[in-house]
């Protein structure tokens, strides 16, 4: 049986906790910014937790994650 191929533009945004759930970054903080408040934007500087309803596929593209 031919090896699995990991999704490389999940890979490159995902990443695995010690616990085992998956860590990503927060969308909108690329562009337009201006009419965004600073609070908002502070606070997408945190990374967050992929919920649990995507969690199966993301395995599924990411088979050797550790």
Known sequence: MPKMKTNRSAA????????????RNKANKNHILTKKTTKRKRNLRKSAITDESNVKNMKKILPYMK
């Open 12 to 23: 490159k945004r995902f990443k695995m906790t010690g616990t085992g759930k998956l860590k």
